[in-house]
């Protein structure tokens, strides 16, 4: 068996479990919680876009290549979707770490 | 009866003892031109095969990994029939004898890294307020979020570049004794590095020396170091199936 060595296993431990334990393996749906499941699902792709969005504006303001116009208005947009992202998280008893999925071998979604 | 596979050995030799695989059952091998696949005899569903299990699948290789170059199939590999084995040995046994000869005489070892990753994000954040503009005035909602997201834009920017630094530092002590290595960066904020390196037999005492001389040069990271193990994160080619 490999030898384990290190000077602080209650940090790996913790960091370790840490990382594994939000992600499930699989989105569990059956028909009690299908609304769950599913608005786990649709939420963490919802969420994805909204970064993906997000991160697309951060470059642009960067270059400078936005007018203060266009700040204002994508700066609404996020806010509103952050917003309506956060009710339905409140609605549907999810929390901010459950927004992701394992990719298997490609990693996590987020 | 179902089919339990833990991998495959460079040899259709096999070792004269006898060794336990999952739940006692003797392992037995299915010989295939200078290869084998080793197995065991499982009664019950996938289901049965419990994450406590990957102790007795971890034993298996370990031993097998004395005598041959093993090639791991993955933990809870679980065929139905014995046909549909062999057929996959033999279908693939061009990419398992290529994926042989280049694991041949190497182990994998595991080197994880945790950094104060919260306390640095504070530092930047604090760095940042310091020099940051703060004579903003009556700004409108939209421009105030897009201000606020485009600091924190900055402060992950600068974590990750110091993270990057960081890991160039850790990585050259090991690179140079690894044929390959597959490095997994903030996994989380404090975790890091996780990185996976092949190395050669040879090498793996200097590849530990590497190690105890890294840990002795910096105080303020936590290291683990694991090894040797099968290379389960070096094998090209995805054959296993649930």
């Known amino acids: 068996m490999g030898k384990i060595e290190t000077n602080s296993p209650e940090m790996f431990i913790e960091e370790m479990e840490r990382i594994n334990s939000p992600l499930p393996e699989r989105i569990n749906t059956g028909p009690e919680n299908i609304e769950a499941g599913l608005g786990k699902l649709v939420l963490t792709l919802i969420e994805l876009i909204r970064t993906l969005m997000e991160r697309q504006a951060m470059r642009r303001m960067e270059k400078g290549s936005l007018s203060d116009i266009e700040i204002e208005r994508i700066g609404e947009t996020l806010m509103k979707l952050e917003n309506k992202v956060q009710e339905l998280k409140e609605l549907l008893g999810i929390k901010d770490e459950e927004l992701n999925l394992n990719l298997g071998p490609l990693g996590n979604l987020m | ?242």
């Not at chain 2, 041949?104 to 994000?121: L, T």
Request: charge should be negative; include cysteine; hydrophobic fraction near 35%.
């Open chain 2, 1 to 242: 009866m179902s089919i339990y596979i833990y991998g495959i050995i460079d040899s259709n030799d096999r070792i004269d003892e006898s060794i336990k695989g999952l739940n006692g059952i003797p392992v037995s091998y299915i010989p295939y031109k200078d290869i084998s696949l080793v197995i065991s005899s499982f009664n019950g569903d996938i289901q049965d095969i419990t994450k406590i299990k990957v102790l007795e699948h971890e034993d298996v290789l370990d031993r097998l990994m004395e005598k041959f170059t093993v090639l791991p199939f993955r933990f809870r590999t679980l065929y139905n029939r014995e046909e549909d084995v062999v057929s996959m040995l033999k279908d693939f046994y061009n990419d398992f004898s290529e994926d042989l000869g280049r694991l041949r005489n190497k182990a994998e070892f595991d080197i994880k890294v945790i950094w104060s990753g919260d306390k640095i994000i504070e530092e930047i954040t604090s760095d940042y307020d310091r020099d940051r503009d703060i004579s903003a005035g009556d700004e409108s909602r939209g421009k105030l979020f897009m201000e606020q997201a485009y600091n924190k834009y900055k402060i992950d920017r600068e974590f990750e570049e110091r993270a990057n630094i960081c890991i160039t530092v850790i990585d050259n002590f090991f690179s140079r004794f690894a044929s390959e290595k597959k490095l997994e960066k903030l996994k989380s904020k404090n975790l890091l590095l996780d990185a996976f390196y092949l190395v050669d037999k040879e090498r793996q005492g200097d590849f530990k020396e590497a190690f105890d001389s890294l840990k002795a040069s910096s105080s303020d990271l936590q290291y683990l170091f694991s090894g040797p193990w099968p290379p389960y994160n070096f094998v090209r080619i995805e054959y296993g199936k649930d």
